[in-house]
C-alpha cells in the first residue's frame, strides 16, 4: 500500500448533517459517530442554518434533507456548494415521494442520493463514496428517475454538443451514466485506469462537466442511455 494509499485510508471525514426531524438528524448523527473515519462537526434543523454552519464548520460532506423549512436543501446545496468552490461535497437525502427533486438536486451540484429508509452499511457507503468525491449514482432507481424527468421536463443545464467527442469518449460516457466506476469502465472496455481517467478529464472539458453527476445528466439529455439502461448512443 502506498503512502497516499494509506493517508487517504485514515483521512477522516468531516461531516454536517441537517434535517428538520429530529430523530432522523439525531439516529444519522449517532451511526455516523460509530466509524473512526467520519466525525460529525456540525448538525442544523433547517436549510439556512445548514449553509451557515457549513460555513463555520468547512464540512468534507453534507448530508441535507431535500425538504427543510427556511430554505429548501437544494438551495443549501447550491449556496453550501458555491461557498466551498466544491470542496464540500453533498450527499441528499430523499424519499420515494419526493424524487421530482432528484433532477434539480443534481443540477444544483448534488453528488449522490441516499433514502430515509437506508440501512446503516449504506449510509457508510454512500458517504464515504462521495466524500472521496464519486458520484453515488448507481442504483438503478436512480437512474430511471433522471432519464425520467430528463425526457418530462427538458433540459435544465445548457446542453452541450457531443458532436466533438471522439467514439471512446462517447462510450466512456455512456458507461459513466450506466453507473460504471473506473474500475468497471476499465474492465469492460479492456484499457488501463490510467486511460480511462484520460478521456473522462478529456470529455468532461470538451463538454464543460462539473463531476460525474452532471455526465449523467448530460447522457441522458444527449440519448446516450434511456430508462432501464438502454443504450441510445451512436459512435462515430
Do not use: C, W
Not at 430511471?144 to 462510450?171: K, W
Not at 480511462?196 to 478529456?202: A, F, G, Q, S, Y
Amino acid at each position: 500500500m502506498s503512502s497516499a494509499e494509506r493517508a487517504e485510508q485514515s483521512r477522516v471525514i468531516r461531516t454536517l448533517v441537517a434535517d428538520d426531524q429530529a430523530v432522523v438528524r439525531t439516529g444519522f448523527v449517532n451511526l455516523l459517530g460509530t466509524q473512526e473515519d467520519i466525525e460529525v462537526v456540525a448538525e442544523a434543523e433547517d436549510g439556512a442554518r445548514a449553509v451557515l454552519a457549513a460555513r463555520e464548520t468547512r464540512p468534507d460532506l453534507a448530508l441535507l434533507d431535500i425538504r427543510m423549512p427556511h430554505k429548501n436543501g437544494i438551495e443549501a446545496a447550491r449556496e453550501i456548494l458555491a461557498a466551498s468552490g466544491g470542496a464540500t461535497k453533498v450527499l441528499m437525502l430523499t424519499t420515494f415521494g419526493l424524487d421530482e427533486y432528484v433532477y434539480d438536486a443534481l443540477a444544483a451540484g448534488a453528488a449522490g442520493f441516499l433514502l430515509k429508509d437506508a440501512t446503516f452499511p449504506e449510509l457508510l457507503h454512500a458517504v464515504r463514496v462521495v466524500a472521496a468525491g464519486n458520484a453515488l449514482l448507481a442504483p438503478e432507481i436512480t437512474k430511471r428517475l433522471i432519464a425520467e424527468f430528463v425526457h418530462a421536463r427538458g433540459s435544465r443545464l445548457p446542453l452541450p454538443a457531443a458532436g466533438d467527442l471522439t467514439a471512446r469518449e462517447t462510450e466512456v460516457l455512456t458507461l459513466i451514466a450506466r453507473g460504471l466506476s473506473n474500475a468497471e469502465i476499465a474492465g469492460r472496455l479492456t484499457i488501463t485506469d490510467h486511460t480511462v481517467k484520460t478521456h473522462i478529464n478529456r470529455l468532461f472539458a470538451k463538454l464543460e462537466l462539473r463531476d460525474r453527476a452532471q455526465a449523467v445528466i448530460v447522457a441522458y439529455e444527449l440519448g446516450l442511455v434511456r430508462a432501464g439502461g438502454e443504450s441510445g448512443a451512436r459512435y462515430r
